[in-house]
């Protein structure tokens, strides 16, 4: 026994005999539900990066979720290193961003601190697709952590002591600043030769001796001695490497300077410590964006906000008719709503399925719900960036294909609102006598317009909010009843509106339900298939059952009315439904111009 669901509206001469419907599990589209004002749920995004209201940035800290993107969309990515190499006069600020999970085929359109990357000097971009096996990125091939420091050195005074983080370290170095140059004015006022000496050691936390950090002298002999007469700030690093892993502490301190009065510029400052961890890191399937950047009046002082376009364009589908994978498109919501079950990851040759197997995947279903996205010129263009179920995830491109996930028998299958042939032929032959109920739903109270929040591509991928309005909202003597709608996964204004309008017809014309029950016939039909109705009931013309057929002669079980001009039956052998004309009617006799499918104990209706 089956309970049916579906609405009913009045397309014509079939009229009289039936209502066509796709039981779907959408929600009851947005009319079924829809209230004045309720809110837009962000219950998932206002948790985004990508997709709150704020403005975009780059995501620091331990635990963060690796990001999963179909399509094309615009990101700040992940910081998983950050290091600052001071060399000379120059300093630069090496930056690497996780973009997503890998593989993808894209990285485009970078920006910093909103401005393209043409228009900056002295930037370097390195670039990984998150293949199985790739490059590691220059200026990372180790990991570094800097510590900033402002210790001012000044003879006479005790050691400045700093004990690093962690219990790995492997090399270390020190960072000290001149700020003010280093020089002495002479009697010409020009800049002359001065000197500073400094001395930096080391040592195993708990250990009582230290160790001298190498100091080479320049522009003089002896060790720690810095001579110069430069006038501009200027950055001087030494070390130690090889060291065995552990937690050590640094300490530093100036022992003289050549000179104090106030003609001479020779304040020194150390600015940073850097610990080193040698490790190749090339980071295996993760999409990854490497940024060197020289500090100048462009950049300076913070760090730089960085943000670009990232695009996946395939994932990896099993086609059961082939045996083998193929590539489908990302953005198609059905593959989208197949990868996020599936996840199937190549290496070389070889696939590796972290999700359903493919066994219990309807790749039937799923390709069908595919090529209607790809007709209706549908796309789903995402960035999976915060902790979700698998049910929300899948809520995303499901809302933007206008499909659902549903589990048939064993496998994951897919329903989608689109048009269709019937599947199934419901008459007062085979309801069960007593269980047809018919519903008529209120419209006073329904959304005569709808708010879509979607993240709009043409600005900059900026979160945007499009009003639709009903057909007759113009001449609508009610008041505004706004509905809203969060529609991620959409980047384009024109699928926005397309996908407002179409709520709202649904929410126009969907004005009651009906609902029976129904014995073995109801498994010829599914959720989402559209199907034939007729009762008595509701005058939706007549049915009943065949009792013969000879030729082109159909015996009925009851008469039909003299002006019936065609007649529909469901073969009993196939489930296939026939619809035929009428030639003549005499009584419970029918002459039909095809009596195809026609058969003893159809289930037939007349109109």
């Keep these: 026994r089956a309970s049916w669901a579906l609405a009913a509206a009045h397309w014509g001469l079939w009229t009289r005999i039936g209502v066509s419907m796709a039981l779907t599990m959408l929600g009851n589209y ?25 403005v975009m940035q780059s995501l620091t800290g331990q635990g963060q979720v690796l990001p999963v993107v179909y399509g094309t969309v615009k990101t700040a990515g992940m910081m998983l290193q950050r290091h600052v190499v001071s060399d000379g006069t120059k300093q630069y600020l090496n930056v690497l961003y996780c973009l997503a999970e890998g593989p993808i085929d894209g990285i485009d359109h970078i920006k910093i601190n909103g401005n393209d990357l043409e228009n900056f000097e002295g930037i370097e971009i390195d670039k990984r697709l998150g293949d199985a096996v790739q490059d590691i990125i220059p200026n990372f091939n180790d990991s570094y952590a800097d510590t900033g420091l402002a210790y001012e050195l000044n003879p006479g005074k005790d050691w400045s002591t700093v004990t690093l983080d962690g219990n790995t370290a492997q090399a270390i170095e020190v960072t000290v600043s001149f700020p003010q140059g280093l020089y002495y004015s002479n009697d010409s006022g020009n800049p002359d030769w001065t000197s500073v000496t400094v001395e930096a050691q080391y040592k195993k936390v708990g250990d009582i001796g230290w160790k001298q950090i190498p100091i080479k002298s320049e522009n003089t002999s002896g060790e720690g001695t810095i001579r110069a007469k430069e006038t501009k700030a200027f950055y001087r690093v030494w070390g130690v490497r090889d060291l065995e892993p552990a937690q050590y502490e640094v ?64 994932v990896y ?32 040759e070889r696939y590796e399925v972290y999700g359903v197997p493919k066994e219990c995947m309807d790749y039937y279903a799923f390709e069908a719900w595919a090529n209607n996205c790809e007709k209706e010129h549908i796309e789903f263009n995402y960035l999976y960036d915060s902790a979700m179920q698998l049910t929300d995830a899948l809520t ?29 032929l419901f008459t007062v032959a085979n309801i069960k006598k007593g269980s047809f109920r018919e519903e008529f739903q209120g419209t006073s109270e329904r959304a005569n317009a709808i708010e879509i929040s979607y993240i709009n591509k043409d600005k900059d991928y900026e979160r945007d909010v499009l009003t639709v309005f009903d057909d007759s909202y113009d001449s609508a003597d009610a008041y505004t009843q706004p509905t809203q709608v969060e529609l991620m996964g959409c980047t384009s204004t024109e699928q926005a509106y397309k996908y407002g309008k179409r709520k709202l017809r649904s929410n126009k014309y969907e004005i009651r339900t009906i609902s029976f029950d129904a014995f073995t ?34 015996t009925l079980n009851q008469e039909i009315p003299a002006d019936c001009t ?16 009428i030639k003549s009617i005499e009584k419970d006799k029918v002459v039909v111009e095809d009596a195809a499918g026609f058969s003893e104990d159809a289930v037939f209706t007349a109109g």
């Design 30 to 54: 947005v009319g079924s539900a829809l209230t004045p004002t309720p809110k837009i749920d962000i219950s998932n995004t206002e948790q985004s990066n990508t997709y709150g209201w704020g």
């Design 251 to 314: 300490r530093m301190r100036c022992t003289s300077k050549a000179n104090t009065t106030i003609r001479c510029a020779n304040k020194i400052q150390w600015s940073g410590v850097t610990q080193i961890i040698y490790d190749d890191f090339s980071y295996p399937g993760k999409a990854l964006l490497g940024v060197k950047a020289l500090a100048t009046d462009q950049l300076n002082s913070s760090d730089p906000q960085m943000t670009c376009e990232v695009t996946r364009s395939k």
């Design 317 to 348: 589908v099993w086609n059961p008719i082939s045996n083998a994978y193929e590539e489908k498109l990302a953005n198609n919501p059905a593959w989208a709503c197949y990868d996020i079950l599936h996840h199937c990851v190549k290496y070389g």
């Design 396 to 424: 995303y491109p499901a809302r933007v294909g206008m499909g659902s996930i549903i589990i048939v028998g064993t496998k994951y299958s897919c329903v989608y609102d689109s048009p269709a042939v019937p599947s199934q």
């Design 521 to 554: 016939d109801a498994i010829a039909c599914s959720i989402g298939q559209v199907i034939l109705v007729q009762h008595d009931l509701t005058d939706w013309g007549c049915g009943g059952r065949v009792v013969a057929v000879e030729g082109k002669t159909v």
């Design 566 to 581: 065609i007649i529909r039956a469901r073969d009993n052998t196939t489930n296939d439904l026939y619809e035929t004309s």
